[in-house]
């Protein structure tokens, strides 16, 4: 890797301003993508030490994990319940609407992982004999013999499903293992559809289909014993509702029969039977309002042909004695006078058109045939003129009429009156009565449809695709398992590498020591020895006379030779010669390329034909004789010289 030189000393007559010290600092709001790559190179074995970690957690995990199998059934929900009984009652109505919604799928989802209903696939399917350990593995009995209590004694226990109140009951051991199965059962609602996916996942693949055909089964059992055991309810409530408005029909039947013996005149006011129980007795009137019915039709009647024949009397007055027109009023031409007299003119008028077709004028049957018109005609006008004393005398006998109908409506509503006091409690009997009857008989179609619905064995969910025996693991997944623990551990190492990165100050770029530092930087020179770029601890270790301490003379068309070459040119443009004779080399920390460069920039002035003094002032451990292979005859702390070109 490329070092830049943390010796160089850049002479006083530089123009370019020195800039604070603010280190990573001042650009930390930059990304440094050639760092953060140059720093993943450096430590890349811990990033593959983390991926190999991953991979052998992942390992261990498939070898420790154990094997689940998962069964699949598939349940279908119906918009509603199959009935074989046709019912159009609210109830029926409304849960039809339910089941057509989304809250009842939700509903039945929630319902397949009740700690009930598996409490139940457990008693069903007898999986608290061998004490819990097919289900979960491990034996959930506390001791032994309460253990053997329980698988020696199942069937008494199945057998007391229901206490006092009717609620079915588990044992605590049934009830642990439901707890223990909620999480193996996993319902699913397609979505778009009416569709359930039921999973049940286990270790055993026998075992996991068990479940879940046992699961859909109870589920679906459990739906009908639950609205038959409503029916059972619904028809005991109905039946005692049944007694209840028998003995109520029965007594108000009772007191109608009663009253109307007691009042035999309530009858003729409202209805012969109503309240007798009788059948089609209903619309048959009493004789009081039959009287009043009768008569009221009378007087009106009367009262119309009053009006009538008033009318025409007043046209009759109007017209005098213009016989045609008294003709057109119909209480004339309806006369039985006046109509006799006007088929005797017409029969008379037709003799005479035959006569003249035989004879003349003058004949003697001819005259005689007009002579019996005239006085046909004379006997029509007398009976015309006598209809109106005669129109006069039937208005007068028609409101004699009205008045006498008059009187009797009233005598009858006086009647009506006195006969209505002992009715009105008839009638309320009777009211009564056939309410307690229409309750009764709707009481008895609704017995009769529960009687009928109770015993039908079919649920708005059936079982539509059963469950084959799993032939594959569904956990743990090898591919994805080992894919996980492989990328896991490459995070792992790229977050520990990042992070080092990033708590990491020191200098490794040439750009980072000039915005760090505010200074130029002259040249930058790879760090190689013979075999090619080792480590400092190694290079340290190596006999100085097997090294390549000295690049520009050993190897100078090398790229460390050629920067030492670019560093000479560079300190050659600071200035004039004569103040820039002296160059000074230094570190904080010893092992940083002080003796490396300063031999090297020492080589490269003398192969350009200057006298160079080198000074070693290294007073504890001084290394420049031994790069120039000379012995150090004098104390560390004698200066060596070596004069160079």
């Keep these: 890797p490329a070092h830049s030189i943390p010796g160089t000393t850049v002479p006083t007559i530089s123009e370019k301003p020195v800039a604070h010290l603010t280190g990573q600092y001042a650009e930390a709001h930059n990304f440094d993508f050639r760092r953060l790559w140059h720093s993943l190179v450096e430590r890349i074995w811990i990033v593959a030490i983390c991926v190999l970690a991953g991979l052998f957690l992942a390992l261990g995990y498939l070898a420790r994990t154990p094997k689940l199998y998962q069964a699949h ?324 006998q028609t409101k004699a009429l009205e008045a006498s109908l008059q009187q009797a409506l009233q005598n009858q509503q006086g009647v009506a009156v006195n006969l209505n006091r002992t009715a009105i409690g008839y009638q309320e009997l009777a009211r009564q009565a056939e309410t307690d009857r229409a309750l009764y008989e709707s009481v008895l179609r609704q017995i009769k449809d529960t009687n009928l619905a109770k015993d039908v064995k079919a649920n708005a969910v059936s079982v539509i695709e059963h469950s084959p025996l799993p032939n594959f693991p569904v956990s743990p997944r090898p591919t994805k398992t080992i894919l996980l623990g492989l990328l896991g551990g490459l995070a792992v190492g790229l977050a520990f590498v990042f992070g080092v990165d990033a708590l990491d100050r020191s200098i490794r770029t040439v750009d980072q020591a000039e915005s760090t530092l505010g200074l130029p930087v002259f040249a930058a020179v790879p760090d190689t020895t013979d075999e090619g770029p080792v480590s400092r601890l190694k290079r340290r270790t190596k006999a100085f006379r097997r090294s390549n301490y000295r690049v520009v003379v050993e190897t100078p068309e090398s790229p460390a030779a050629e920067a030492f070459r670019n560093l000479r040119a560079a300190l050659s443009l600071l200035g004039p010669e004569a103040e820039r004779k002296v160059s000074l080399f230094t570190s904080a920390v010893p092992n940083e390329g002080k003796s490396f460069t300063s031999a090297n920039y020492s080589l490269a002035l003398a192969q350009q034909g200057y006298r160079v003094l080198l000074i070693d002032g290294d007073l504890r451990r001084p290394n420049m004789h031994r790069i120039f292979r000379f012995p150090n005859a004098r104390n560390n702390s004698d200066e060596d010289r070596l004069p160079c070109g």
Excluded: C, W
Excluded at 138 to 159: F, L
Excluded at 195 to 211: E, F, G, K, N
Excluded at 222 to 227: F, P
Excluded at 351 to 363: E, P
């Design 73 to 396: 059934t598939l349940l279908e929900v119906e918009f509603q319940e199959p009935s074989f009984v046709p019912t159009a009652d609210y109830t029926t109505r409304t849960r039809s609407v339910f089941l057509a919604s989304q809250e009842a799928l939700k509903t039945i989802e929630q319902n397949l992982t009740n700690q009930t209903l598996l409490a139940r696939v457990v008693r069903s399917e007898g999986l608290a004999q061998d004490g819990g350990h097919a289900v979960l593995g491990q034996s959930v009995v506390a001791n032994k013999s309460s253990s053997a209590t329980e698988r020696t004694e199942p069937s008494q226990a199945g057998n007391k499903t229901q206490n006092a109140s009717g609620v079915t009951t588990f044992t605590p051991l049934e009830e642990a293992l439901a707890r223990g199965m909620v999480g193996m059962v996993t319902p699913a609602i397609r979505r778009g559809t009416r569709l359930i996916d039921l999973y049940v996942t286990h270790s055993d693949p026998a075992m996991a289909q068990r479940l879940a055909e046992a699961v859909g089964r109870e589920y679906i059992r459990n739906s009908i014993e639950r609205r038959a055991s409503s029916s059972e309810d619904a028809l005991r409530y109905l039946l005692e509702e049944e007694e209840r408005l028998k003995r109520n029909l029965q007594k108000s039947e009772a007191a109608a029969t009663e009253y109307k013996a007691k009042n035999p005149d309530a009858l003729q006011l409202g209805g012969s039977a109503a309240a007798t129980g009788s059948q089609g007795a209903g619309a048959k009137g009493g004789l009081v309002e039959d009287n009043l019915q009768d008569i009221n039709t009378k007087l009106t009647g009367a009262r119309g042909d009053q009006i009538r024949l008033e009318g025409q009397l007043q046209q009759v007055d109007h017209i005098g004695n213009n016989i045609d027109a008294l003709l057109a009023i119909p209480f004339i031409s309806g006369a039985t006078m006046v109509a006799d007299a006007r088929a005797k003119i017409i029969q008379i008028e037709a003799g005479i058109t035959t006569l003249a077709l035989r004879y003349k004028d003058k004949h003697p049957r001819m005259m005689a045939a007009k002579a019996s018109l005239a006085e046909a005609k004379v006997k029509l006008r007398e009976a015309v003129l006598a209809q109106r004393p005669i129109l006069r005398n039937t208005i007068e």
